[in-house]
T-cell receptor
Framework: ETGVTQSPTHLIKTRGQQVTLRCSSQ?????VSWYQQALGQGPQFIFQ???????GRGNFPPRFSGLQFPNYSSELNVNALELDDSALYLC????????????FGPGTRLLVL | KNEVEQSPQNLTAQEGEFITINCSYS?????LHWLQQHPGGGIVSLFM???GKKKHGRLIATINIQEKHSSLHITASHPRDSAVYIC??????????FGTGTSLTVIP
């Protein structure tokens, strides 16, 4: 079991609303990555944060944004929700010195109606 | 276009069977990962490979860098092995690319 936690575990929103998902990283990890996993698909990289700055971004529109705090916890914000945003959102923390080793949180399951 | 391809997508096996899941990728990588995802969604790292073969209990992972191919084997499969198995790679940049996963069901 990793030390990465996510909240909430489940969430239901309607189209057009905004949502904030939270991630608490493994102790000592200064890098967090966020992934979207649609049903039946593998995770897709959204973006990564290192030392509170965005450090790489996948093919997601600007309405997906993030924050990383000094304690390395992180948020994923999604504005103007669309039905296709329904997915499992995973965060994973790692150390910048060992980027290959990621520890995943349990995920937040988002349903957009 | 998916840089990481897995096969099969779905697999049903009888308890005790030997299972193989395959992963192919399209570019040079620094390492390949095999991950396990249970129905609740949490992902656990099984192996990280950059060459050769690794073994952990009944799980064996191999990689052929020249052929850009990796396999995950499960010996003496058990119903508790039922899960989605995902391979993932990382190359230039910070992002990981994931396969679509292989859903394994082991029947008692």
């Amino acid at each position: 079991e990793t030390g990465v936690t996510q909240s909430p575990t489940h969430l239901i929103k309607t189209r057009g609303q905004q949502v904030t998902l939270r991630c608490s990283s493994q102790s000592g990890h200064n890098t967090v990555s966020w992934y979207q996993q649609a049903l039946g698909q593998g995770p897709q990289f959204i973006f990564q944060y290192y030392r509170e700055e965005e450090n790489g971004r996948g093919n997601f529109p600007p309405r997906f944004s993030g924050l990383q705090f000094p304690n390395y916890s992180s948020e994923l914000n999604v504005n103007a929700l669309e039905l296709d945003d329904s997915a499992l959102y995973l965060c994973a923390s790692s150390s910048y010195r060992d980027p290959e080793t990621q520890y995943f949180g349990p995920g937040t399951r988002l349903l957009v109606l | 276009k998916n840089e990481v391809e897995q096969s099969p997508q779905n697999l049903t096996a009888q308890e005790g069977e030997f299972i193989t899941i395959n992963c192919s990728y399209s570019v040079g990588i620094s390492a390949l990962h095999w991950l396990q995802q249970h129905p609740g969604g949490g992902i656990v790292s099984l192996f990280m490979l950059s060459s050769g073969k690794k073994k952990h209990g009944r799980l064996i992972a191999t990689i052929n860098i020249q052929e850009k191919h990796s396999s995950l084997h499960i010996t003496a499969s058990h119903p508790r092995d039922s899960a989605v198995y995902i391979c993932a790679v990382r190359w230039a940049g910070n992002q990981f690319y994931f396969g679509t996963g292989t859903s394994l069901t082991v029947i008692p």
